[in-house]
């Protein structure tokens, strides 16, 4: 089972806990460091915070809503083996007159977690320090971007997740000491929900090309994903796919069969030739998987 553990690269108390935390957690994702104190702040009450104990207080509920979080463009967040995945977060924040929301100390941002609740988490993100435009004096439209590397996931954590969103001001206190009783905190949890996916890959070959019409075409492929736990792609095994087809003419696929991929993740299926046109491989995708479609492969059909 993971640790959640927040590593930034700061100073003080932030810098004290991120000196404990064990080798083995190295991979962890980062909290960028323009939130970093925020972050720490939002988690006092979860007693995981570098604040516990070393500082002294509880934050103030601050004046302050969440409306219209979106994650992603409401979209599943796949992630590959290599590349960062930037997810563009938005919100409207409501506050009163009182809260300066362009405070060189005030901070909001989008945290996207795994687990039952945003103070019961496993695994999380959070985005950058949000950039806010104000629509009148007391609403602001807010976007941040939530980086996700590949290499601080693991296999366990596809699957469901959720958002919070969340704002603290510091109120002129040291971002690395403060005494919190000063510190206003807003949450709102969960404001969204999605898939957090092992980005998939398919492939289709269909052969002899050309071929006479009545003869066998053979077609293969392979169903592969991602896998967190070493960064390389593996078949993606026993998982139904649907063999499809479409004329030359046509734009629209039709379904022939539906097979399943062996223990490695290949597909073969055979299929008599009739007319020229492409066939591909099409899977709908699991809830750790998104859906993919292959490349159509044209056959010239004689």
């Given at each position: 089972m993971r640790i959640r553990a927040t590593?930034?690269?700061?100073?003080?108390?932030l810098a004290l806990s991120a000196l404990?935390?064990?080798?083995?957690?190295?991979?962890e994702p980062k909290v960028p460091a323009d939130i970093a104190a925020a972050s720490e702040v939002v988690h006092a009450d979860s007693g995981r915070s570098a604040f516990v104990g070393a500082v002294d207080g509880a934050p103030m509920a601050l004046n302050a809503t969440f409306s219209s979080v979106k994650v992603n463009n409401g979209k599943n967040i796949a992630v590959g083996t290599t590349n960062v995945v930037k997810v563009p977060v938005s919100f409207t924040l409501t506050h009163g007159k009182e809260v300066n929301i362009h405070a060189a100390d005030f901070f909001?941002?989008?945290?996207?977690?795994?687990?039952?609740?945003?103070?019961?988490?496993?695994?999380?993100?959070?985005?950058?320090?949000?950039?806010?435009?104000?629509?009148?004096?007391?609403?602001?439209?807010?976007?941040?971007?939530?980086?996700?590397?590949?290499f601080a996931l693991l296999n366990e954590d596809a699957g469901s997740w959720k958002a919070a969103a969340f704002a603290v001001a510091f109120n002129g206190e040291d971002p690395e000491n403060p005494n919190l009783d000063n510190v206003g905190v807003a949450v709102q949890d969960p404001t969204n929900s999605f898939k957090l996916q092992r980005y998939s890959k398919l492939t289709v070959n269909a052969s002899p090309e050309p071929v006479k019409k009545g003869k066998t075409i053979t077609v293969t492929g392979k169903l592969s994903r991602a896998n967190w736990d070493d960064n390389k792609y593996h078949g993606y095994t026993?998982?139904?796919?649907?063999?499809?087809?479409?004329?030359?003419?046509?734009?629209?696929?039709?379904?022939?069969?539906?097979?399943?991929?062996?223990?490695?993740?290949?597909?073969?299926?055979?299929?008599?030739?009739?007319?020229?046109?492409y066939f591909r491989?099409?899977?709908?995708?699991?809830?750790?998987?998104?859906?993919?479609?292959?490349?159509?492969d044209f056959v010239d059909v004689q």
């Open positions: 590593v930034a690269a700061v100073t003080g108390a404990a935390v064990p080798a083995a957690q190295a991979a909001a941002g989008v945290e996207l977690y795994r687990g039952a609740s945003f103070e019961d988490s496993v695994f999380f993100f959070d985005s950058n320090d949000a950039t806010c435009t104000d629509s009148s004096a007391t609403v602001a439209s807010c976007k941040a971007t939530v980086e996700i590397d590949p026993n998982q139904s796919v649907k063999l499809q087809y479409r004329k030359k003419s046509s734009s629209t696929y039709t379904t022939v069969k539906t097979i399943k991929s062996n223990s490695t993740g290949e597909l073969k299926t055979t299929v008599t030739a009739s007319a020229d046109g491989y099409s899977f709908a995708g699991t809830t750790t998987t998104p859906a993919v479609n292959a490349t159509g």
